[in-house]
């Protein structure tokens, strides 16, 4: 009796404690015991107060230990927890940040020591309250710490990419810049593997090899030509480079530019660790032929550009085109550029792998005859598939229809001559729809006066 007894009480005083810690938890008490043993550990510990003032004291400059810590500091998750934290607009408008109320208390923890800092705001400093028996273990690896951490965090904001794109109107500062946010990747990007992966490991053998290149007398620089009909996925491909490389993206549209100089000015105003994208070049080279005034670019000046005179290092440069017929071979010989890379319209293989992407198809019972329609040579570009695909994202069998509609249409009409697939032919247009980089950032206001499953990858 006194057995099943004890067995009783132990289950009851389990379900009273399962019942204290809801109660804790939904009613906020848990946060006043923990406030109050706060309080109770106060008494028992004696604190040292340091402080971290905005000017320094005599001189009145900026101190930057002040700048780091309160980059630190925001960066702690602690301050989500406390009871008053600010909310401010970061350096992106759609940033919101957390930043210090005054005299808001924040924890920290190091190497076992919990410590607090608050923000008095009045006299624009903070302070660090650490115990007494902590401050010799911590104080100076913590200070280490949070130098390393805010110098980091710095970094890491300094490597948010950006786009630079030519401002016609100010000739003092040429360089306009946005937030580079676009999210291709070379993962998201539906190209052959192996070409992929060959253009990843050229990318990351560029990353490490300027000693390489200095020992050969050679500028370190790397430049692509990304060749093949619109929509085939060109800027795309420089976007998932960018991301790829973490390196800022300058977009060169040589209709902007009016002389060899002021391209080279241009040049010499950008940073080490970015792409340079030329897009359109064969639209250019044949407009430019055609124009041959004084006042525009030059040949001669495009190609000094391409050979590197201007000695730009660590950067990437990229030209797209739509084909390279007709292109002066000249613009087009090794160390000009220095790869070549073919955007096809699309093959069964890729359509698959979009399919996938966009669809979450793996098969499908209209696969065969989507196979057989790409087997006849018809195709789309990876932008008309998508559209399709995205326009149809509920029914991914709809989807595939209207695909076998598209490209069944698309082959009657090229049989019967009625149309030549965009691109297809050295036909040149103002206003062609390929802007380029411009065309995915049209969210951006700023105006310019002109827009600006791959097969092989050739050294
Ligand atoms: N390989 C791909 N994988 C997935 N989607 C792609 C691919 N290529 C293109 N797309 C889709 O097509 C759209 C247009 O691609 P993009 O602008 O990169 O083509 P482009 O070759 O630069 O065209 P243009 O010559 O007209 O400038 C992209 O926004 C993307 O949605
Ligand atoms: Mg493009």
């Given amino acids: ?33 923990n406030k109050l043993w706060r309080i109770t550990q106060d008494w028992c510990h004696v604190y040292q107060f340091l402080t971290i003032p905005e000017l320094q004291n005599e001189t009145f400059h900026h101190n930057p230990l002040y700048t780091k810590l309160s ?7 602690s301050i989500e927890d406390s009871d008053f934290t ?10 919101i940040v957390l930043t210090l109320n005054p005299n808001q208390i924040i924890q920290d923890s190091f190497l076992g020591a919990t410590v607090f800092w608050f923000n008095d705001s009045n006299l624009r400093k903070f302070v660090l309250k650490i115990r007494k028996v902590d401050k010799r273990r911590i104080l100076r690896p913590y200070l280490h710490y949070i130098l390393t951490v805010s110098d980091e965090i710095e970094e890491q904001r300094k490597r948010d990419l950006r786009l630079f794109i030519i401002d016609g109107g100010d000739r003092n500062q040429r360089w306009r810049s946005f937030p580079f946010t676009h999210p291709s990747t070379f993962e998201t990007m539906a190209i052959e593997t192996d070409l992929k992966n060959r253009v990843k490991s050229d990318l990351e053998s560029f990353l490490n090899a300027k000693q390489h290149y200095h020992r050969l007398g050679r500028v370190w620089k790397r430049s692509f030509l990304l060749y093949g009909p619109s929509g085939t996925g060109k800027s795309s491909f420089v976007a998932a480079m960018a991301n790829f490389l973490k390196y800022d993206v300058y977009d060169i ?44 670019l030059s040949s001669s000046g495009l190609l000094n550009f391409m050979d590197g005179i201007q000695s730009c290092e660590e950067r990437v440069t990229v030209f797209t085109m739509k084909t390279k017929e007709n292109i002066d071979p000249n613009f087009l010989r090794p160390g000009r550029v220095d790869i070549h890379i073919n955007f096809p319209l699309c093959n069964f293989s890729t359509f698959k792998t979009m399919a996938n992407n966009y669809l979450g198809l793996k098969e499908h019972k209209l696969f065969s005859q989507v196979e057989e329609i790409f087997g006849k040579g018809m195709s789309l570009s990876h932008a008309e598939l998508s559209e399709l695909m995205i326009a149809n994202r509920n029914s991914p069998s709809r989807a595939i229809r209207s695909i076998i ?55």
């Fill in 71 to 77: 980059r630190y500091l925001h960066s702690l998750s």
């Fill in 86 to 95: 600010n909310l401010v607009n970061g350096k992106n408008e759609n940033d």
């Fill in 405 to 459: 509609a598209v490209l069944e249409m698309d082959g009657n009409r090229r049989r019967s001559g009625l149309i030549g697939r965009q691109g297809e032919h050295d036909e040149f247009q103002d206003g062609d729809e390929g802007e380029g980089l411009k065309k995915i950032y049209r969210v951006l206001s700023f105006k310019s006066t002109r827009g600006g499953g791959s097969s092989s990858a050739n050294n």
């Fill in 1 to 33: 009796m006194l057995f099943y007894n004890l067995i009783f009480l132990i289950i009851l005083i389990l379900f009273l404690l399962f019942l204290l810690r809801i109660l804790l938890f939904k009613t906020g008490l848990i946060y006043t015991v």
């Fill in 253 to 296: 549209d040589l209709f902007q530019i009016e002389t060899d100089s002021d391209l080279k000015s241009l040049l010499l105003e950008t940073k080490p660790k970015s792409i340079i994208v030329i897009e359109d070049l064969d639209q250019f080279l044949h407009e430019n032929e055609k124009r041959r005034t004084k006042t525009w």
